[in-house]
């Protein structure tokens, strides 16, 4: 039972550009949040946005939540090549009887030098 | 400093073996959470808890079995019964229930059949 879903799966890109994420979801949220993952760690908190926020923002970093589309995006802007990494998006249902966080498949994400 | 550890960063299991992975936390969260990932994969919940000595199973609990006697640890076994046990595991922990789901995350265990 995926929730979220990246677009794309993979970015390729030159340092300098911006690097534009997707995020596609199926039921109603609390919020949102994403996620980054350098290759063979743990993933580190980026951003969380909530159901009634539309932007947000965070030094390089721009996310936008459109309820009614069931859709994000992340926006990494002047990227470096130490922004390479896998980037993935979470959400929890609105209230259940549990929480629960589910992660979508990610989008790998290289920026060339 | 606080934080998530797990341990240990590698691990291999002989076919039919049950084996442990351990997680702790001391950042005082009451959440915690196993996640799976495969090779270019997202991550699928396997286990997660809510409070001490509540669990509930996650997508894929099959051949899983979890712990919390306390509310620092939450330790991960892989029984004989998980058929594909070799993957990357993570475990994460929560402030929990409306207090906020930012999760923090523990380096992974590696873990191999051999």
């Known amino acids: 039972s995926q929730q979220g879903e990246e677009d794309p799966q993979a970015l390729s890109i030159q340092e300098g550009e911006n690097a534009t994420m997707n995020c596609s979801y199926k039921?109603?949220?609390?919020?949102l949040q994403w996620y980054r993952q350098n290759s063979g760690r743990g993933l580190v908190h980026l951003i969380l946005i909530r159901s009634n926020e539309r932007e947000k923002h965070s030094g390089r970093l721009r996310v936008t939540l459109d309820t009614s589309k069931k859709s994000s995006s992340l926006l990494i802007t002047a990227s470096r090549a130490a922004d390479t990494a896998s980037y993935f998006c979470?959400?929890?249902?609105?209230?259940?009887?549990?929480?629960?966080?589910?992660f979508g498949p990610g989008t790998s994400l290289s920026v060339i030098p | 400093d606080g934080g998530i550890t797990q341990s240990p960063k590698y691990l291999f299991r002989k076919e039919g073996q049950n084996v442990t992975l351990s997680c702790e936390q001391n950042l005082n969260h009451d959440a915690m959470y196993w996640y799976r990932q495969d090779p270019g994969q997202g991550l699928r919940l396997i286990y997660y808890s809510q409070i001490v000595n509540d669990f509930q199973k996650g997508d894929i609990a099959e051949g899983y079995s979890v712990s919390r006697e306390k509310k620092e640890s939450f330790p991960l076994t892989v029984t004989s019964a998980q058929k594909n046990p070799t993957a990357f595991y993570l475990c994460?922990?929560?402030?929990?229930?409306?207090?906020?789901?930012?999760?923090?995350f523990g380096q992974g265990t590696r873990l191999t059949v051999v």
């Open positions: 979470a959400t929890d249902a609105v209230k259940t009887s549990y929480d629960k966080v589910i």
């Open positions: 994460a922990s929560s402030l929990g229930r409306d207090r906020g789901t930012e999760a923090f």
């Open positions: 039921t109603s949220i609390n919020n």
